[in-house]
């Protein structure tokens, strides 16, 4: 770790300790946005905040003293309204209520953030994806990881699926045996067999405290 980077780590410490947050600003390149976010919500039992498409920090702040505020985090959904003229604040933090004036974040670049990452515990850097959430991760994933991801998990074939879903939920021989048959039947021809087959339960049919 540079000396450059010693400081920045310190730095967000010392903001962090001082404004009750920091918020990174990082600048955009060829194949993605810029992006803010911040770090240290998570200890006040808040979510960190995240907002791509823009270097401006200054909402994050505005967004993260509301929270404070009302003690919660936001809701899916909910519209906040913010003063106008917030998103010009760039990455400076609000001067705390008991505290001394905070300092303003500077514009870091990818690899200052991959240097926090680096040097993070596991647990920090669960409680920095939990606090983005998990709908605003997805939607940052490069198009590339999709491809990747798509291909390590595998194809869902919905034809198998009634299929199977047929072959367990009736009390013919009969059916059973000829749906087990057609799911062989497309694993086949898509060059699949049943070494390539794994369920998985589907926690969005969760109902009444067992899995669809």
């Not at 450059?4 to 730095?11: A, F, G, P, Y």
């Not at 003690?71 to 519209?79: L, S, Y």
């Not at 070494?195 to 899995?211: K, P, S, Y």
């Amino acid at each position: 770790m540079t000396t450059r980077h010693r400081q920045l780590c310190k730095d967000i410490e010392n903001d962090v300790r001082e404004s009750g947050r920091s918020v990174l600003c990082i600048g955009g390149e060829v194949d993605s946005p810029p992006f803010a976010y911040t770090i240290g919500n998570a200890l006040k039992g808040l979510p960190e905040l995240l907002m791509i498409g823009t270097r401006m920090g200054g909402p994050l702040n505005d967004l993260s003293e509301k929270m404070l505020g009302r003690g919660r985090a936001f809701d899916d959904g909910e519209i906040v309204r913010l003063l106008i003229g917030s998103a010009s604040n760039g990455c400076a933090k609000k001067k705390p209520v008991d505290g001394p004036k905070a300092k303003k974040s500077r514009p870091v670049t990818h690899s200052d953030a991959l240097v926090w990452w680096s040097s993070a515990s596991p647990e920090a850097r669960s409680r920095f994806i939990d606090g983005v959430g998990l709908k605003p991760l997805l939607a940052a994933i490069p198009p590339s990881w999709r491809r990747e991801a798509k291909q390590a998990i595998g194809p869902v074939s919905s034809r198998a699926t009634r299929l199977l879903k047929l072959a367990l939920s009736t009390n013919t021989d009969g059916e059973v045996i000829a749906a087990i048959a057609a799911v062989k039947r497309v694993l086949a021809a898509n060059r699949y067999d049943l070494h390539d087959v794994e369920i998985r339960l589907n926690n969005q049919n969760h109902r009444f405290g067992r899995a669809a």
